[in-house]
C-alpha cells in the first residue's frame, strides 16, 4: 500500500488522539493503523499512525505546514514518513559475516524495505558474500593511529551514498562520540549478550565463566556511552553446564541475526520512538 506513517511523542493531555484523527479525517484519511501508549512515569503520549494516501487530499509536500498548528497546540516532537521513500542503509561489519549474510539476504527476499547501496569493512574477509547479492564492498583500515581518518573516510563514504541508517552488523570497532553524535538514533548495533549483562568485550567467555544458564542479544541504538543505547530487540536462549565457550558462540550466533533483523525492520517501518533512553516498538 501507498501510506503515510505519523510517530508523535509529547506531554500527555486529554484530546490528543481526537485532534490528530479529525486532523487526518479533514482531508478524508483511511487509518489503516493506530497505536498508542501512555507513559505514567514520565507523563507521556506516544502514537503512531499509518493511512493511505489513495484518496487522501492534502498533497504530503504540505503536510508538515498543516499539521504544524496541532504539533504546536499539544508540544509535540514528530515526523512522518512515506512508504514511496526507502531508506538508504549501509552495513559496517568486521570479519564475522553471520550477521551480514543475514541482512544482505532479508533484503534481496524483500523482507527489508529499504536500499543497501554499501557495506563497509575494516577487513577483506567479508568481500566475497557482500559482492554475490551484488552489494559495493568498501575496505577502511582501522588501528590505534589511524582512527579519525578511517572515520573520515567512512563518513565520506556515507555522505556520497546519501546513508540514513547505519547497522553494526558485529562491527569490532567502537565508534567515537564525534561520528555517532552525526547519526543520532541512527546507528543500530547487534551486542551478543542480555544487556546490561556482560557489556563490552567478550561476553560469550563472560558468560561461561559466570555459569550463566541463559545467554541473549541485545540490538539497539548507538550513543557515546558503550553499549548504553536505547534498547530495540532481545532474546534469550537456554544454555547448560555441558556448553562450552563455542557452543555458547554457535547459539549466540542464531539469537544475533534475529535480534539484529528485528531491529533493523522495526526502525525502517517507522516503529520505534525513542525516550528517556528506552524505546517504545509498536509492532
Known amino acids: 500500500m501507498n501510506t503515510a506513517t505519523l510517530l508523535i511523542s509529547c506531554p500527555d493531555r486529554k484530546g490528543l488522539s481526537a485532534a490528530i484523527a479529525n486532523f487526518l479525517y479533514t482531508y478524508n484519511a483511511n487509518i489503516v493503523h493506530s497505536d498508542q501508549h501512555q507513559d505514567v512515569t514520565d507523563d507521556l503520549f506516544l502514537m503512531r499512525v499509518e493511512w493511505d494516501l489513495t484518496d487522501f487530499t ?10 504544524q498548528p496541532i504539533a504546536d497546540r499539544f508540544n509535540m516532537q514528530w515526523k512522518v514518513a512515506l512508504t514511496t521513500r526507502r531508506p538508504r542503509m549501509a552495513i559496517f561489519v568486521s570479519k564475522y559475516d553471520h550477521c551480514l549474510v543475514d541482512l544482505l539476504h532479508r533484503h534481496q527476499s524483500g523482507e527489508l524495505a529499504c536500499d543497501i547501496p554499501l557495506v563497509i569493512s575494516n577487513h577483506e574477509d567479508c568481500r566475497a558474500i557482500t559482492e554475490f547479492y ?3 564492498y568498501h575496505v577502511i583500515p582501522v588501528n590505534k593511529d589511524n582512527k579519525v581518518q578511517a572515520e573520515e573516510a567512512q563518513r565520506q563514504l556515507l555522505q556520497d551514498n546519501g546513508i540514513d541508517l547505519i547497522v553494526l552488523a558485529r562491527y569490532m570497532q567502537v565508534l567515537s562520540h564525534d ?3 552525526r547519526y543520532p538514533q541512527r546507528v543500530i548495533n547487534i551486542h551478543h549478550s542480555f544487556l546490561p549483562a556482560f557489556d563490552g568485550a567478550k561476553p560469550y567467555h563472560r558468560a561461561f565463566a559466570r555459569g550463566v544458564k541463559l545467554i541473549g542479544a541485545t540490538s539497539h541504538y548507538v550513543t557515546e556511552i558503550l553499549d ?3 534498547i ?6 537456554r544454555i547448560s553446564h555441558r556448553d562450552d565457550v563455542e557452543e555458547l558462540v554457535r547459539k549466540g550466533r542464531d539469537l544475533e541475526k534475529i535480534v539484529l533483523s ?9 516503529r520505534v520512538l525513542v525516550f528517556a533512553n528506552k524505546t517504545v516498538i509498536f509492532a
Open 58 to 67: 492534502l498533497d504530503m509536500a504540505a503536510f508538515a505546514p498543516a499539521f
Open 134 to 136: 551484488g552489494v559495493p
Open 179 to 181: 561520528f555517532t553524535a
Open 228 to 230: 548504553d543505547g536505547p
Open 232 to 237: 530495540i530487540e532481545q532474546d534469550v536462549i
Open 262 to 270: 528485528r531491529a533493523v525492520k522495526w526502525h525502517l517501518e517507522n
